[in-house]
Structure formats: C-alpha cells, structure tokens
C-alpha cells in the first residue's frame, strides 16, 4: 500500500502513554521519519527519553511544538493530555494554531466545538482509542469535521493504524457511544478474564494454570468468531450438548442476569461519557 503520510509533519501535545504508543507504531511500520514528529512535554527528563529513544524534537512549550510546523502545508497537531489539562492547553495554543493545520484530539470527552472555538480551527478530528492500541491491538473510533478534506481523511486513517484498527464513525454522539463500548471496553473484558481466572483457583488449578486456561481460551473464542464469521449464539450452540456443562452453566449467566449486567454497564458508561462532555 503507498504510504500517504510520506510528507505529513505531526506535532504532539502532551507526550505520554497514548502519544508514545501513536509515535513508535508510525515509527515501527516505517510510515514517518522522526524528523517528521515534534512533540512537546513539560518533564525535562521525560524530553530527553523520548528524543532518546525515537530521534524526535520535543519541546518545553507546547507553543514551539505546535509552531515548528505552522508554515508548513501539511501539518496535523495532535492534542494528547489528559483531559483536567484541557482548557490551559487550549489557553496556550490559541494564537499558535494556523487555520490549516488538522487538529486530532484523542482526549475524552473534549468535545468538537469546544476545540474549534478555542483554537478558531475548522479541521477537527476526534478519536478514542483503546488501551490495547499500547501494543498496536486496539481499535479506534474516529469523527471528523466537514473542515478536514479527503485527502487529510485518509491521512488520519493512516495515522491511527499505528494504533490498531481504526473505524470512521459518522456523528459525534457515536464517539461517546465507543467511548463507552471500545474505549471502557478492555475493562469489562478484563474483570470478566479476572472473575474466571478466581473461578478456576476455587475449582483448585494454581493461579498461574488458570491463567493461561482462561486467557487463551478468551484469546482462542476471539479468534474463532473472527474467522468462522459465526453469530456468537450459533458458535455457543456448537458446544452445548443436551444435559451438558455448557447447558448448566449457560443457565446460572442467565439467571444471574450476566447480558442485563453488560448491558446496564454498557449504557451507564455511554451516559456518564455523555455528561463528561456537557461539562464546562
Ligand atoms: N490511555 C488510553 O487507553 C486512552 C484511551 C482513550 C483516550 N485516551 C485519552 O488520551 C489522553 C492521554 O492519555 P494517556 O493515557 O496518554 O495519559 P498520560 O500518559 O498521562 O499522558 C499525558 C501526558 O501529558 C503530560 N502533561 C501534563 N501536563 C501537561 C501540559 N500542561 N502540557 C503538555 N503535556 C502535559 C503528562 O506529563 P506527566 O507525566 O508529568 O503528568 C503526560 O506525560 C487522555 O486525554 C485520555 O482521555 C486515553
């Protein structure tokens, strides 16, 4: 595939877990030089690790960051602190940000007006990974405005495979609505992977046995319903034998209410997600 981001300068705002995992996936697959990425921080030593360890310019200021490559005809900063920094960050690149420059945010819950008003910038995208996209296995849901031509589309889709899987969503509302499914996602999976593995110590395996039983078992289901293309309730069916375990335990989820649990999680999720962004 021809590599679309050949010429594209990226500006990093804030340098932590997710802007990292961003940079050395680009890095990995060899999509960007590093003299391509600038990033800012406001650690000195976490500055000097990352031009260490990836030969990038990083910044004190997020100013200078954003600024190095504001003359340039193909430029996305991509906004990537913690949401409680949000509004002083917007404070600091009001007047720094040029109305060409593609604005990518992965913040939760910072909202697509908010950030168009703050930095008077029409090309706007909004993303929310998930934390698997560290090892690049996550899966990010991503919107933009009507600002960011299609040309820099593409370009962002290829940006954000150094993540994982990425899926264009259509309104902003189903970013908060991945929020809530993808991004709090490994959480559920990961309770679920901690219930089962404490089931398995209970029956009498040692931690370390029920460990690998439970997780290549989830990572083997995963994989199965990935490539036999089956509903899920069709594949579960395959092992229930009538009178079997499959069918007794299928009957204490039920009973206990294990889909309306997900479900209600699920939702109240999405709401306090919704809320989040309503927030001042
Ligand atoms: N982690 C995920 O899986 C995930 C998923 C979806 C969305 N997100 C979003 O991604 C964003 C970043 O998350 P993260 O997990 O990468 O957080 P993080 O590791 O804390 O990264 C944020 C970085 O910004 C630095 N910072 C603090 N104040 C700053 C300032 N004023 N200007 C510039 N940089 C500043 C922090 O420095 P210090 O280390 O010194 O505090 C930290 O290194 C968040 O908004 C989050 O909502 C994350």
Known sequence: MENNLSNINLSFVGCGVMAESIIAGLLRKNLVKSEQIVASHPRENRREDLTAKYGIRVFERNDEAVENFRESENSTIALCVKPQRLDNVLRELKDSVAPNQVVLSIIAGAKIETLAEALS??????????????????????????????????????????????????????????????????????????????????????????????????????????????????LRNMVTSPGGTSADAIYQMEKGGLRTVLSKAVYAAYQRAVALGGKK
């Open 121 to 234: 910038n029409e090309k706007i995208v909004r993303a929310m990974p998930n934390t698997p996209s560290q090892i690049g296995a996550g899966i990010t849901a991503w919107t933009c405005t009507l600002g960011v031509s299609d040309a820099e589309r593409a370009q962002i889709k290829a940006l954000l495979t150094a993540l994982g899987k990425e899926l264009y969503v259509e309104t902003e509302n189903m970013i908060d609505m991945a929020t809530s499914l993808s991004a709090t996602g490994p959480t559920y999976i990961f309770m679920v992977m901690e219930a089962l593995t404490d089931a398995g110590v209970h029956l009498g395996f040692s931690r370390e046995m029920s460990k690998e039983l439970v997780q290549e078992t989830m990572l083997g289901s995963v994989m199965f319903a990935m490539e036999s293309h089956k509903h899920p309730a069709e």
